[in-house]
Structures are given as structure tokens and as C-alpha cells.
């Protein structure tokens, strides 16, 4: 699932922030974010853009330089992250649907293309890049997680849901797999080339998973983050580098395997998986209660120093739905 980066939205809320005059903060779904006053009303139609939008060089977008100018590669433009102004999060930004120059937009719709708006990604090293054997299988799914604020009109339905959660690890996605006779390894998007020095076939090979995968004897998919050294800053201090799973995936009945199922997997063969923080989890009241409760020291944090947590990837026992939450001081400390 691409992340709609910038959509067509209407406005839930607006409400002012104490000691301030000049700007009020808005409810879209459920993220939070400053804007001028007077600009909006409650109900109107705007253009939201995410969090880790990366936006053109448009004179539309010029008031965005002081505070969000970057390079990304050879392209340089206006990256929105979270801030804080006046005390108040904010996440992302509004624009008047008249950027769209008249455009026939239906609500909802992904308008990212139409403002050359594009997702910010920091560079990546590359080893860890690797090459490409070819695109991501098509018989294991994605990685790719929703994000609660995105997920605000299903909320009340969730709550009569138990969930189990575990800490979302803050390193780079891999999945391994055997399928009739053939091992492979996949990056997010990719199906990697098996080289010396790529860090997911180093990984594969230090877990011994290539051999292990085959002698299973079935068609299976090991999904889990790749952390260590020279991945994301290595936050949580690891020699080296290792993968902790979150997922087994049997390929011929095309579901995951329940989670009673994965960790007997996990033991079996020593492998280890994600800090697995609750297992009989029900949503508080609100989305806003949820975000606090994300935050915290990560479970991989070396003792005595704090380390903040990612946030949480939070299913229901069937997986059927899946969804993270990203801790705000997690975001706010991200450079
Ligand atoms: P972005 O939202 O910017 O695309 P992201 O790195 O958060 O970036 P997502 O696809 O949105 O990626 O979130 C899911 C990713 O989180 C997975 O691809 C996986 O690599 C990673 N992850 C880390 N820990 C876990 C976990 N405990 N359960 C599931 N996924 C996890
Ligand atoms: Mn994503
Ligand atoms: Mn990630």
C-alpha cells in the first residue's frame, strides 16, 4: 500500500491554543495540526499532507523554506516532519483546494502526483540498498503498515477487538523466504541479488537461515527488521546485526501464521522476535489516548540509558487488522 502523502480531506476541528492569536489547531482524521487563524472553517475541503511529504520548489510552497528546506539526493525541496509550536504537536500541513488550480478532485483522493509531492527518504547506505534480483514477490505480502491517525473512522469498531502488541523497531524491513526449491531475501521493495557484502544476505547467512528456511521442507516467509550497525543510527546500541521477526507467512495458504504458531518457530531455531508488550490488548477511549501510550523506553534500550521507542505495531489475533502507532517523542527527537 503506497502512503497517499497528500489527499483531498475535510476539516473535523478546529480549536485555539491557549496564549495564541495568530494561529488555531485543526483535526483532520486523527492528526493535529497547527494552521493561521481565519484561514479554514470547520467542514471545509483542504489538501492534507503528511508527515515525511516532500514538497517541490513552487513559489506555492516557498513559505515552507525557513523551516523545512532539504535535499534529498540531487533534489532539494520542503520536507514536513513533526514540530511543536506553542506547545501544540502539529503533524503535517493544510492547503486551500484551490492549489489544485480547479481540479475535479473527489474526497479522499491522492493528489500527491498532481503538487510533485513524493515521500522523503533519507539516504540509504549501500549495503543496504543491495542489488536487484527483482521486484518484491508477489505471493508474500508487503510489509507496509497503516498508521492509526489514518484509520480514525474505523476506530469505534476496533475497540470491541482484543489486540496483541509489540514494539515497532526502528531499522529496515526484511523478508527471507523458500519457495519450491529457492531461497530468497527482499528490502522493502526488493528481491535482492545475493552478494558478500549486502547486509540482509549477511544477516540471512549469520542466522543460518538459508539452510533452515529449505530444511522446513515448505514454502514459508520470515518477515522481520534488520537492526545493528550502520542501520538508522543503530539505536539500540547492537554489535553487528541481526533481524528480529514479526511475522511467518505460509505462502501456499497465502495467511500468516497465528502467533502461538510463529513464536514455537521462533524457539525452535533460536531465532528471535520483536518484544512482543501485550497480548490481550483493548483500544482506550481515544486515538489521542492511544498516541500517549505508544511512547516509552524501548524493551531493546541498553541498560540504564533511555532509549525512545519507535512506537508499536498493534493486530488483532487474526491479523486480519494491523496498524502502527508512532510515538510523537519518537518523531519530534527525528532529524
Ligand atoms: P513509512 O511509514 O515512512 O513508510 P516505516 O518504516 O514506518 O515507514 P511502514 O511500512 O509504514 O514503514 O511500517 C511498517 C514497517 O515497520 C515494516 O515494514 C517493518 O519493517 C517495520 N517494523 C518494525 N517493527 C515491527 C513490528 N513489531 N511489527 C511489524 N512491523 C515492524
Ligand atoms: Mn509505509
Ligand atoms: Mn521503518
Known sequence: M???????????????????????????????????????????????????????????????????????????????????????LSQGLLLPVTVLNGYAYTLGEDVSAILGIVKYEPPVPASLAGMAKGNFPIFIPKTDEERIQNL?????????????????????????YFRDGEFGVCSRNLDLLETADNTFWKVARLLDLPMRLTA?????????????????????????????????????????LPLNDFRELMDEFGWEHVPILDEAFTLPDTVDELLLAAEGNSALSPAGKHVEREGVVIRSADKRISFKVISNKFLLNEN
Open 2 to 88: 503506497e502512503r497517499k502523502l497528500a489527499s483531498v480531506v475535510v476539516i473535523d476541528d478546529l480549536q485555539p491554543i491557549a496564549g495564541a492569536d495568530l494561529i488555531e489547531v485543526a483535526t483532520v482524521k486523527g492528526w493535529k495540526l497547527v494552521v493561521k487563524k481565519q484561514e479554514f472553517r470547520i467542514g471545509d475541503h483542504a489538501v492534507y499532507c503528511e508527515i515525511d511529504s516532500f514538497l517541490p520548489e513552487k513559489d506555492e510552497f516557498e513559505f515552507l523554506r525557513k523551516s523545512s528546506f532539504r535535499k534529498m539526493g540531487d533534489q532539494s525541496g520542503f520536507r514536513l516532519k513533526t514540530m511543536k509550536l506553542r506547545g501544540q
Open 152 to 176: 480514525s473512522a474505523e476506530y469505534e469498531a476496533y475497540k470491541k477487538e482484543s489486540f496483541y502488541v509489540t514494539e515497532k523497531l526502528d531499522g529496515s524491513s526484511a523478508t527471507f
Open 216 to 256: 522446513l521442507g515448505k514454502n514459508i516467509a520470515l518477515q522481520g527488521e534488520l537492526i545493528g550497525e550502520g542501520i538508522q543510527g543503530n539505536p539500540y546500541g547492537i554489535k553487528g546485526q541481526t533481524a528480529r521477526f514479526f511475522n511467518a507467512f505460509d505462502i501456499d495458504a497465502y495467511a500468516y
